[in-house]
């Protein structure tokens, strides 16, 4: 299976919505949304079945039990995330802010700090002709790279023969992006021309470069900043990264995603632009 | 009327804004940019440690730069006796005992000093790595904070408390610019907020994430509004939501080509144009007295 994985560095660049099209243009046996902190794929790729949902446990967390606990505070000391405090007359745990190392465990005198299994989100497995592999974080969890592999192996068990695997992934360059890059064959990245999405680009480059995929560069709205355009396209030619193409803003385009649709499921210039970039990545992913 | 700072108590010159969005690219750091502008003596507090863009718009002089670090353990193999109880307590599983020698994984540790605290041995100290920076300089009044995550870190919390704990000395409005999501790094700097804004764009997209910015600010019981951004003058899912769920709506900003092209560019809106300038200093009068 080749795995194409489409990111940003910048958020709101159009991943979701060049992924989309990508993956109703390859009729995508299998595809995955590993923005696990803010997964929009399925609210254009509408899906008939039922899916198949797996909690996702994270790391553990800790617990004080106050019926055994002897108030010595050593917890409070040497946690490490200040996620311990003495609140009235009882230790309490900061749930967002306890990262499950156990420390307090380790070192509880009378054994009152407990690890407990923690349910970190959800994952969505949706099999009809074609796999869908999703997930939600919960809320301030800190646990999404582990998670993002989660879902990208859940999609590659239950599609083991299939050719083509898009995936659309995360903004930044942390933790979920880092996991999400591991083990895939391209990455194409969705540029903003605008001076801050000329600087997250070059940082997403940094980080892609350090493994083993190919590296594309397209551009979305290329034509609220031409110069920003020609100044990213400049810079491919640089450093010699393919440039695959460039959308134009559309309003169309924004119509189509607020009716669950995507932006090759109707007439746009939007849409006539992304068949374009994504002939051009399957030339360079060789499928 | 009861004004925000009443509830809060704090006086007019220490009120923190963070600014969120859920998704990406709404316009976070365009609004946090903005209203550090039309504040007076403000401070800037970027924490989209990975993708840091304020300081393309409040443009610097001179930078004090400063190193974040964490704690790393480093072994002395002469005093490992391989008992590997810190192998089998580390639940990042950040070290492994291979052929008569312990190994470190450095990106992999959350610096939590479990390791070290529990080696009966002492073979194991800490020491520092560093994992990115804090810029701070002066953009006209604006005091102005970047934190960079090195490229290949995973995580930034410490930056973002690096910084919070500077905030929070500070004396005047203070506008936080959030990461996007809901992740941890967004609840540091929401934590430390007394009002939030979160931005959101007019699209379905737009909704979903707005939906979970607004668990989030509720969860820590912050007042809060909204301002929707690149409104187009077709259906705006965003100011549905917000319709049907009570949420206050503090400012529209419709989609312009030729302020997304100053924007672009990396111009301060508010100073090239009257009309935003007033639009800006509406809102943030508007959350001073209490959203």
Same mark, same amino acid.
């Given at each position: ?21 990508? $993956? ?7 595809? %995955?949304?590993? =923005?696990? *902190?803010?997964? @929009? &794929?399925?609210? !254009?790729? #509408? ?5 198949? $949902? ?7 967390? %800790?617990?004080? =039990?106050? *019926?055994?606990? @002897? &108030?010595?505070? !050593?917890? #409070? ?211 | ?291």
């Amino acid at each position: 299976m080749k795995q194409l994985l489409i990111l940003s560095g910048k958020g709101g660049t159009g991943k979701t919505t060049l992924a989309g099209a990508f $993956i109703k243009l390859a009729q995508a046996k299998a595809y %995955a949304d590993v =923005d696990v *902190d803010a997964p @929009n &794929l399925h609210l !254009i790729l #509408e899906q008939d079945v039922i899916p198949q $949902i797996a909690d996702y446990y994270g790391m553990d967390k %800790a617990y004080i =039990d106050m *019926d055994i606990c @002897n &108030l010595c505070g !050593i917890c #409070e000391e040497h946690c490490r995330f200040n996620a311990i405090s003495f609140v009235e007359d009882a230790f309490l745990v900061d749930y967002y802010a306890c990262e499950g190392c156990g420390v307090c465990q380790a070192i509880c005198p009378v054994d009152a700090a407990k690890m407990v299994p923690d349910i970190a989100g959800e994952l969505k497995l949706f099999t009809n002709d074609a796999v869908f592999s999703t997930a939600q974080l919960k809320m301030g969890n800190g646990n999404s790279g582990m998670l993002v592999t989660e879902v990208k192996k859940t999609m590659q068990e239950a599609a083991i023969s299939v050719p083509l695997a898009i995936i659309d992934g995360s903004p930044g360059i942390g933790c979920p992006v880092i996991a999400s890059l591991s083990g895939v064959d391209m990455v194409l990245i969705v540029a903003e021309p605008s001076l801050s999405g000329v600087s997250d680009m070059k940082r997403i480059i940094n980080t892609a470069e350090q493994f083993q995929a190919k590296i594309a560069v397209c551009i979305n709205k290329y034509d609220t900043n031409v110069e920003k355009t020609d100044m990213i396209i400049n810079m491919c030619k640089e450093i010699n990264l393919p440039f695959v193409g460039r959308v134009p803003y559309d309003t169309e385009a924004v119509k189509a995603i607020n009716n669950g649709q995507t932006i090759v499921d109707i007439d746009c210039i939007a849409g006539e632009a992304a068949k374009g970039i994504f002939a051009e990545v399957l030339n360079i992913l060789n499928v | 009327m009861i004004s925000i700072r009443d509830i809060i108590g704090v006086g007019i010159r220490e009120m923190k804004v963070a600014v969120l969005s859920g998704k990406g690219g709404t316009g976070k750091t365009f609004v946090s940019v903005n209203l550090a502008t039309v504040a007076e003596n403000s401070i800037y507090a970027d924490c989209d440690i990975e993708e840091p863009n304020g300081h393309i718009f409040l443009k610097l002089g001179e930078v004090e730069r400063e190193k974040v670090n964490v704690k790393i353990p480093v072994v002395d193999n002469d005093k490992c006796n391989g008992c590997r109880i810190c192998v089998d307590f580390c639940r990042y599983n950040a070290l492994a005992y291979i052929n008569k020698n312990l190994i470190i994984f450095d990106d992999i540790c959350h610096s939590c000093g479990g390791c070290t605290l529990l080696c009966p041995e002492d073979a194991l100290h800490e020491v520092d790595r560093g994992i990115g920076v804090i810029e701070k300089g002066i953009s006209d009044d604006v005091t102005v904070y970047t934190g960079i995550l090195n490229v290949g870190e995973i995580s930034g919390v410490p930056i973002i408390e690096n910084i919070m704990d500077k905030v929070d000395n500070g004396q005047g409005t203070t506008i936080i610019d959030c990461p996007p999501g809901t992740a941890c790094t967004v609840i540091e700097t929401v934590k430390n907020a007394d009002y939030c804004i979160i931005v959101a764009e007019p699209s379905i997209f737009g909704v979903h994430n707005l939906n979970m910015a607004i668990d989030l600010v509720k969860l820590f019981d912050k007042p809060f509004g909204v301002v929707l951004n690149k409104c187009l003058p077709d259906f705006d899912p965003a100011e549905a939501y917000c319709q049907e769920n009570s949420i206050k709506i503090l400012a529209k900003i419709p989609f312009d080509r030729e302020l997304g092209k100053l924007n672009a560019d990396g111009y301060i809106i508010s100073k090239e144009s009257p009309k935003y300038q007033e639009l800006f200093t509406h809102l943030l009068d508007s959350i001073e007295k209490g959203g």
